[in-house]
């Protein structure tokens, strides 16, 4: 057998050596190769005595010196290489203008940039003459899509609840108290259209809403048919809307009869028999949380105590399991029963998204006197920025998603609903005047770099019409260790990551930093509802040229010779549609739309009016006095 079949563990082995007072011979008649150990001469060892380093250096010496050079140079130079290169980039930060890594989140007070230099443009909106012309001429536009769309409803499907766009027939799945008319009342009092609003409210004066014998959706009855008439009363002190108001919400009253107080998915108005859809003894989180606006308004404008008892006993329960959990959030799922939240299920998407606007917006529309509910918001915006904030590797896109579980999974997934989030931001920064600086700066950041996202994921697609859902990829992280890393070297001026000014457009699904999930556009308002505030906010011309783009997409993919309708695929140049027109394409699009467009004059100033998630704006009040002591209202 050659001695070349006796290496072991990979050393070599030399032939015996004959001399006399050699060393032992290896019991398989070899010896080890000599191994250099230094000192100048050389020695041999059994190999049941090598070290380990031993084995190192005969190793490193089998290899030819031009190898062995390489090698020395790599493993010397590498660490000196790592240690100057970090030396300077910190010095660079320190000395010099700072990286502008990815994505930003929620910080202690002690860690937030102080960015009182950095200050929010100031609330104006500046035109010139030229500019006032264009924007008037957009919001007719939007105006003139409006008639479209309400024409064909009235002409086909009036007084049913919502149009067929494709097929000219009629849906009524919204109890059938025609839903496109009411939910759109204050939209046709904003945009002038008298005469139809006069044949609306004549509809609502017939209809008699503790009559019908059969169950309606709580959630989508309250803020469409309820939030409607609420608006129309507001806007025009008409006696009889406020009369169906109350008789509307004396009708959904059995809907809070659970043990807990929480309401039921669907009550029967004529009987008060009530429903459940999520499971036995299972609500969710929007519909508990998506009522106090209406109820708490009517409360005072008839002096009712009932209506108010009942949304504040939601309220209270919210606020004990909000302070009860680490993350300062809301379960998805509670038991109607118990009271208390069902699994670990966190998202400001489907199923949740309304409660969360609802914390701020009730503290708004009660003359920010309901300090509680202010309290609740403030948490919860810091329960999502530490939790549900994401940034993508690859174009750095901020954006919002779902946990589930302990510890918490994300799902990665985006949805077109979450849209809302990056206005509710926007609209706190504008109207809570003790938010402290450096926090209203972050919350304005976080608004720009989601509404970068949303807009993107309409420019991205060919039709220009965005996605329901997306799916980012997994690689993608949270935000809030990347913003505090990148604010311990951010200077003035700097933009945290996920915030750019320019988003950049990507039309190849292969560099995406997403795929679509629900390749569908069913005419939401979410997106084009923060472009409107985040521009009577920071008065920046580039969310109305946005939200352009977004009307032209419509009516270039989504107009129909007799409305508009919702589009499937929307990567596609020439998608097809749905037969279906929401009624929230008039109360919410379309108003949102013409507003970001027309001159503001006034009448809906942010601080004075508060719309309510389907859009109908209502006015700013205050409990009087007698109102506070008696009912027992936590005020500041």
């Known amino acids: 057998m050659s001695s070349a079949e006796h290496v072991e563990e990979g050393y070599p082995l030399a032939p015996l050596h004959?001399?006399?007072?050699?060393?032992?011979?290896?019991?398989n008649g070899l010896l080890p190769n000599p191994i250099i150990l230094g000192g100048g001469h050389r020695r041999t060892r059994s190999r049941s005595g090598w070290t380990p380093f031993s084995k190192f250096l005969a190793k490193f010496y089998s290899f030819r010196p031009i190898v062995r050079l390489l090698i020395f140079l790599t493993l010397g130079l590498l660490p000196i290489y790592y240690v100057v290169i970090h030396i300077g980039v910190d010095l660079y930060r320190y000395f010099g203008r700072p990286p502008r890594p990815p994505g930003y989140t929620w910080m202690d007070e002690e860690d937030i940039v102080d960015n009182a230099s950095w200050p929010i443009p100031p609330h104006a909106l500046p035109h010139g003459e030229l500019s006032s012309q264009v924007w008037k001429k957009r919001a007719q536009e939007v105006k003139d899509a409006f008639a479209h769309a309400y024409h064909g409803y009235e002409t086909y499907a009036f007084p049913k609840d919502e149009l067929l766009p494709i097929t000219r027939g009629a849906s009524n799945y919204f109890n059938g108290w025609g839903v496109t008319a009411v939910d759109s009342l204050d939209t046709m009092l904003m945009m002038g259209f008298e005469e139809e609003y006069q044949r609306g409210i004549d509809l609502v004066e017939k209809t008699q809403y503790g009559e019908l014998d059969h169950g309606v959706p709580f959630f989508e009855t309250s803020i469409r048919y309820f939030g409607g008439i609420l608006a129309a009363y507001a806007k025009t002190n008409n006696s009889m809307l406020l009369q169906k108001a109350d008789e509307l919400g004396e009708a959904l009253l059995p809907a809070f009869d659970s043990k807990a107080g929480l309401p039921y998915f669907s009550v029967n108005p004529k009987t008060g028999h009530t429903e459940e859809h999520w499971g036995q003894d299972v609500v969710i989180l929007a519909e508990m949380?998506?009522?106090q606006m209406e109820y708490k308004y009517l409360a005072f404008l008839t002096g009712n105590r009932k209506y108010f008892d009942k949304v504040e006993r939601i309220r209270k329960l919210m606020e004990r399991h909000q302070n009860y959990l680490s993350n300062n959030l809301l379960s998805v799922f509670f038991n109607s029963a118990s009271g208390t939240p069902v699994g670990a299920h966190f998202s400001v998407g489907a199923l949740a998204d309304s409660a969360y606007e609802y914390l701020l917006k009730q503290y708004l529309l009660t003359n920010q006197k309901e300090t509680k509910a202010m309290d609740m918001y403030l948490r919860a915006t810091k329960g999502i920025i530490e939790n549900l904030l994401f940034i993508s590797?690859?174009?750095?896109?901020?954006?919002?998603?779902?946990?589930?579980?302990?510890?918490?999974?994300?799902?990665?997934?985006?949805?077109?609903?979450?849209?809302?989030?990056?206005g509710l931001f926007a609209l706190g920064v504008h109207t809570l005047p003790l938010l402290p600086p450096a926090q209203r700066q972050l919350h304005l950041w976080i608004a720009e770099g989601l509404a970068n996202t949303c807009y993107l994921s309409y420019m991205d697609q060919k039709s220009g019409l965005g996605p329901d859902e997306m799916q980012f990829w997994m690689n993608s992280e949270k935000w809030y260790p990347k913003y505090k890393d990148w604010a311990r070297w951010a200077r003035a001026g700097d933009l945290p990551p996920g915030v750019v000014r320019e988003p950049k457009v990507e039309k190849s699904t292969s560099k995406r930093d997403y795929a679509n999930r629900k390749n569908t556009y069913l005419l939401r308002p979410e997106t084009v509802e923060s472009f409107f505030i985040l521009y009577r906010v920071t008065g920046e011309e580039k969310w109305r040229e946005r939200g352009y783009h977004?009307?032209?997409?419509?009516?270039?993919?989504?107009?129909?010779?007799?409305?508009y309708a919702g589009i499937v695929g929307v990567d596609m140049a020439r998608p097809s549609h749905m037969d279906t027109m929401p009624s929230y394409f008039l109360a919410e699009t379309l108003k949102y739309l013409w507003l970001l467009f027309a001159e503001d004059d006034g009448q809906y100033d942010l601080k004075k009016i508060v719309f309510n998630t389907e859009a109908h704006p209502l006015p700013v009040f205050e409990w009087t006095a007698e109102q506070i002591r008696a009912w027992k209202i936590p005020v500041a």
């Open 18 to 27: 004959t001399g006399g007072d050699g060393p032992d011979i290896h019991e």
């Open 289 to 291: 949380g998506t009522c």
């Open 550 to 563: 977004i009307f032209q997409a419509i009516e270039d993919k989504a107009k129909t010779e007799y409305g």
């Open 393 to 422: 590797h690859e174009r750095q896109l901020l954006f919002v998603t779902d946990t589930d579980g302990y510890p918490a999974r994300p799902s990665y997934i985006f949805e077109h609903l979450s849209c809302f989030l990056p």
